[in-house]
């Protein structure tokens, strides 16, 4: 739980001292008061990584150096999070000390849903497969591990076919090796996050008093085989070792897994409304927030107008499955849509400033 927030320079909020209790806090105000600021700044706080700038020097206030983000956060011990720019470097540590990412992520673990979170439904896959990488990183933060030597197995391989100069049929054989250890270490991670997510989702949408169509999931890695281990995964890559020469890039592997996603039978980006895929949405995010409490990580949850694209009634059906949540933090520019929906600390933000109600 995190129990103070420090902002320091960070976008057009003014610089502020937090004390947040557990239980759920609503941070009210019109558009570009800097809610979504607020979210942002925990988030990068719990990830050093911002979910809607692509460059980290766009969360700098205007005419500052850089930001400055402190937490305090409570569990089995108190921890002191911080994070932020200085000098255009970017810094995290945990009490103090300089820590690599896999131990900053497991300080204060955090679920999110943001604008862009939409595309998660209707987007690319490459949406879905960080859903999934969300996951296994929010169980297990040291999975960045896997992670990071897939990636290194991939762009190894792809230099090779790119560079289609000379016989590289020995080279790519032996890569390919390598490859495929990391596609099945990678393959086991998302399936089993999957299933406990599809499991956990199955749970919310029975419990959700809304008339949804029936929701099927499934978790198809690449190739086909990569839940098979990794010889089979290298005999696999081997089949298709000289079509991938003539294209020079590869044609299967761990960054063309997907999840697909039927809604009554149909494909949910042709039938579902905005409203309803809102609806699904935050229903994946709850079953989310349900697997990492069951695994004893329950996060804090951030919801970026979660009342928009949602009448009253649908909110409150919605709101109702986060009811698990130690700690949640969400936004929205409509007190209206509020009036039923039990909330224990209401916050006002206006012009990037943030005062109890």
């Known amino acids: 739980m995190l129990a103070r927030l420090e902002v320091r320079s960070f976008r057009n909020l003014a610089d502020l001292d937090l004390a947040l209790n557990p239980g759920s806090h609503l941070f009210l105000g019109p558009n570009g008061a800097g809610k979504s600021s607020i979210l942002e700044a925990v988030y990068f706080l719990a ?15 205007h005419g500052a150096a850089g930001f400055s983000l402190v937490g305090e956060v409570e569990g089995d011990i108190r921890l002191r999070l911080a994070a932020g720019l200085s000098e255009g470097k970017k810094f995290r540590s945990v009490n103090g000390k300089t820590t690599s990412l896999a131990d900053h992520l497991a300080a204060l673990p955090v679920v999110s849903w943001a ?40 762009l190894q391989k792809r230099e090779i076919l790119q560079r289609g100069e000379g016989p590289i049929g ?24 999957f ?4 499991e956990q989702l199955a749970g919310v949408l029975a419990d959700l008093d809304l008339p949804i169509p029936p929701i099927e999931i499934s978790y198809r890695p690449s190739p086909s085989s990569a839940l098979d281990g990794a010889e089979e995964i290298f005999r696999s890559l081997g089949r298709l ?7 020079g890039g590869p044609l299967v592997g761990s960054q063309r897994d997907e999840i697909e996603i039927g809604w009554g039978g149909r ?53 109702k499955t986060f009811a698990s949540a130690p700690q949640i933090l969400t936004t929205s520019s409509r007190p209206q849509a509020w ?19």
């Open 47 to 61: 990830t050093s990584r911002s979910f809607r700038a692509r460059q980290i020097a766009d969360c700098v206030r």
């Open 115 to 154: 604008t862009g979170d939409a595309e998660i439904l209707t987007g690319s896959p490459q949406f879905r497969r960080r859903l999934l990488d969300r996951g296994i990183l929010g169980l297990r933060p040291t999975s960045l591990e896997a992670l990071e030597r897939f990636r290194r197995a991939l």
């Open 170 to 193: 020995e080279e790519l054989t032996s890569w390919n090796g390598v490859l495929a250890g990391a596609i099945a270490e990678l393959a086991e991670l998302r399936n089993a996050f």
């Open 195 to 198: 299933l406990r997510l599809r």
């Open 241 to 247: 070792a000289d079509r991938e020469i003539r294209r």
């Open 267 to 319: 494909d949910i980006r042709s039938v579902a409304s905005a409203g309803e895929r809102k609806v699904l949405g935050l229903a994946i995010l709850a079953a989310h927030a349900k697997v990492l409490n069951e695994a004893g990580r329950a996060p804090l949850v951030l919801l970026d107008d979660a009342d928009a694209e949602l009448a009253t009634a649908t909110l409150a059906a919605v709101w």
């Open 339 to 357: 009036l039923t929906v039990p909330v224990d600390q209401v916050w006002g933000v206006e012009k990037g400033v943030v005062s109890a109600l």
